[in-house]
């Protein structure tokens, strides 16, 4: 049986992670109120940012700006966007 939360970034009632995306008190908040959906979202969105800005995750500052860009997004605050992306339709 799926469980359900409500999602922090798109305000409504989905089906959640499995399991905490990582360890710690972190990864059981975002288990808690981060959709399936929206870290699927995030994930390709994180993939963009390192790839475009040359993130290097063994850098603790890169890793810190990722966390940063991800509470803005679930937070549906201001992101960094990858230049030049145009999403689909």
């Not at 990582?22 to 975002?30: C, S």
């Not at 808690?32 to 995030?42: H, K, M, P």
């Not at 500052?61 to 937070?75: A, G, N, P, S």
Request: proline share 8%.
């Amino acid at each position: 049986m799926t469980r359900t939360v409500h999602c922090r970034k798109y305000r409504k009632d989905l089906p959640g992670l499995p399991v905490p995306p990582y360890p710690g008190a972190k990864g059981q908040e975002i288990y808690e109120t981060v959709s399936q959906q929206a870290w699927t979202d995030w994930l390709k969105q994180q993939t963009m940012l390192i790839n475009e800005k040359h993130l290097n995750m063994a850098d603790p500052e890169h890793r810190k700006y990722l966390q940063e860009e991800m509470e803005k997004f679930f937070d549906n605050e201001n992101f960094d966007r990858a230049e030049g992306y145009v999403p689909e339709e």
